[in-house]
């Protein structure tokens, strides 16, 4: 019996210090020293403040930023521990409604939404895409596509007191491409365009 426990014990020592403390530092490591801004969480900074990541999505709901997909996240019920609520863009507990197209409260969940984006946006000369009624599956998806960019342009363009070819421009210099040219769609990152948008244009307070 000894002679089987000692090896074993000794192999899951052995085993923790490598793959448990050894092998997460040595990536952690190498990932600060080749993608340093990756690593520390893709941070944008303005004015040496951070605020917000290239990875998570935001709330804008003012008519002179462009907005993102809805978000599917909830937090804790502040008055009952046993349930939860609402919390749109809640980076400590992404996921989504995991709701089924059949489902009733989804559905009209989803017709609110249409009839909301449409109201605020009655210019749009495109269909309205997608995107901007469903959640995506983290809740925190930052892109939106350009289509919905272009949806939303109209109604930005008027907030900001600009022209349409002007702003137009601006997202297509900030849409980026598929990844390595063929892995998924282009897309554009609404934070990221909200913030060229203020500095090209700066919003009124």
Do not use: C
Not at 100 to 106: D, I, V
């Amino acid at each position: 019996m000894i002679k089987q426990l000692v090896p074993a014990t000794l192999l899951t020592l052995l085993l923790t210090v490598l793959l448990g403390l050894a092998y997460p530092l040595a990536m952690t490591g190498a990932a600060q020293a080749l993608f340093p801004h990756q690593a520390h969480g893709s941070l944008i900074e303005r004015n040496g403040t951070v605020v917000g990541s290239e990875l998570i999505a935001q709330g804008f709901a003012r008519p002179d930023y462009f907005h993102p997909r809805p978000s599917a996240t909830t937090d804790t019920d502040p008055n009952d521990s046993t349930k939860t609520v609402a919390a749109p863009y809640n980076a400590a507990n992404s996921g989504a409604s995991n709701a089924a197209p059949t489902s009733k409260s989804y559905m009209d969940g989803t017709q609110a939404l249409i009839d909301q984006v449409k109201a605020e946006n009655p210019d749009a000369r495109v269909a309205l895409p997608i995107d901007l009624v469903t959640a995506s599956g983290s809740g925190l998806d930052p892109h939106i596509s350009p289509q919905a960019a272009e949806y939303q342009l109209p109604r930005v363009a008027k907030a900001r007191h600009i022209s349409e070819a002007e702003l137009r421009t601006l997202v297509a210099r900030a849409t980026e491409g598929r990844s390595f040219g063929i892995l998924g769609e282009a897309s554009v990152n609404v934070l990221k365009l909200n913030l060229i948008l203020d500095d090209r244009w700066p919003a009124a307070k």
